[in-house]
């Protein structure tokens, strides 16, 4: 059988290649607890287009995708419990299920599944070297543990361009929302419109935040957020974040922020068209009330080639560690490990409490499209691009 699938080729470009059609192997051996995945939506994040930038050591060739769906087509010896038609949600975290990390609900950090740190993912720089899900088949390591199966297919499929999200967007900002303490009647601050910020903010909304702000200086995306219920700042704008949120909730201070956007921050007003990597992370603390806390599913790099100064190369930021101590905040860093809130969202979907993909705005574009949605996506379109390799969706 064929596959094609989405190549990392230099910064600025990606494009379609024939790639090798999945084995079950693990290197020389046999891989019998894995599955071999139709890929039925595969979609484009926020954290491949830094790559896809060249903002990360990422090599020539990289096999793209870490948010994937897909139909069981073939199993290993050894998997129990996923069977060959199955139709699942792959986290977009990649764990043993063995491990001290994985047994603690750390799936992002899995112990056994890369060389060379802690934690994997499809298809990322330095995330173990795993094949990527943009294409037409995947295979998944460590089965029963890793996939969440959908309970009714027909069901599922009438559901798929949200349920497409549980594999990364819409964990990844519920985490972002539970870590900053979101709960009834909290007054929350979401950095970044984005697909990621989007979906924190209509996650703080399932939360019960009584207001929920959104702060981006795209236009389009700014009226996204504002599309499902969100108030909004402008960080382009000439007027202090404290002072734009002063004049939505009458004080200049939250309960909880999450910084959606990460590492390619840029900065607040005059210097918004200038990359200040720590503004987020500055401004987030001057913001989040004594007490708060704050979350950060937004992506920072070890290894940045385009960083704006040696520190920022290697990951070092000018963060105003002071403030957050002064007003005991608390940090929460790190990957989403999705399999802690996938079962709960899919039923959140399912039984219609969240239309997620209409926050989002969901855009199913084709497997021969995918360069085009990393141009668009790059130029800050108000959309998440689902890729439909199989026109199963369109279908």
Request: proline letters at 5%; hydrophobic letters at 40%; a neutral charge.
């Amino acid at each position: 059988m064929t596959n094609r699938g989405v190549a990392y080729i230099a910064p600025g470009k990606v494009e379609l290649q024939s790639i090798d059609f999945p084995k079950l192997a693990l290197g020389s051996r046999k891989c019998e607890h894995g599955v071999i995945l139709k890929v039925v939506s595969t979609n484009i994040c926020g954290s491949d287009q830094h790559m896809v930038r060249g903002r990360t050591t990422a090599p020539a060739g990289l096999i793209l995708g870490h948010e994937i769906t897909g139909e069981v087509i073939e199993a290993g010896r050894d998997v129990e419990f996923i069977k060959t038609g199955d139709l699942v949600s792959v986290p977009f975290n990649i764990a043993c299920g063995r491990c001290r990390n994985c047994k603690a609900g750390q799936t992002g950090i899995c112990l056994n599944v890369n060389p060379a740190r802690p934690g994997a993912a499809y298809g990322y720089v330095d995330m173990g070297g795993w094949v990527g899900g943009q294409a037409e088949y995947v295979m998944i390591p460590y089965a029963d543990f890793n996939l969440l199966k959908f309970p009714d297919k027909a069901r599922a499929m009438a559901k798929i361009r949200d349920l497409t999200l549980l594999s990364d967007i819409f964990p990844t900002g519920y985490h972002g929302a539970v870590t900053a303490g979101v709960g009834p009647g909290s007054i929350a601050y979401v950095a970044g419109a984005g697909p990621v910020g989007l979906a924190c903010a209509a996650s703080c909304h399932l939360l019960g935040a009584a207001v929920v702000i959104v702060g981006d200086m795209i236009p389009e995306r700014l009226a996204q957020a504002r599309s499902f219920g969100c108030a909004t700042v402008d960080v382009s704008k000439d007027v202090s974040l404290a002072d734009q949120i002063a004049q939505i909730v009458g004080v200049p201070e939250v309960d909880a922020a999450i910084d959606c956007v990460g590492f390619e921050a840029r900065g607040h007003g005059a210097d918004a068209k200038v990359e200040r990597p720590a503004t987020v992370l500055n401004s987030v603390m001057e913001i989040t009330r004594a007490g708060g806390a704050i979350g950060i599913p937004g992506l920072y790099v070890t290894g940045d080639p385009g960083g704006v100064d040696a520190n920022a190369k290697i990951g070092n930021l000018g963060i105003r560690i002071g403030l957050g101590w002064a007003k005991s905040h608390a940090f929460t860093t790190g990957q989403c490990p999705v399999m802690k809130y996938h079962r709960q969202l899919m039923q959140a979907i399912l039984h219609d409490k969240i239309q997620i993909a209409k926050a989002v705005n969901v855009t199913t574009i084709s497997l021969d499209e995918a360069p085009q949605g990393y141009k668009d996506f790059d130029h800050g379109a108000a959309k998440k691009f689902v890729i439909d390799p199989h026109r199963m969706i369109a279908a």
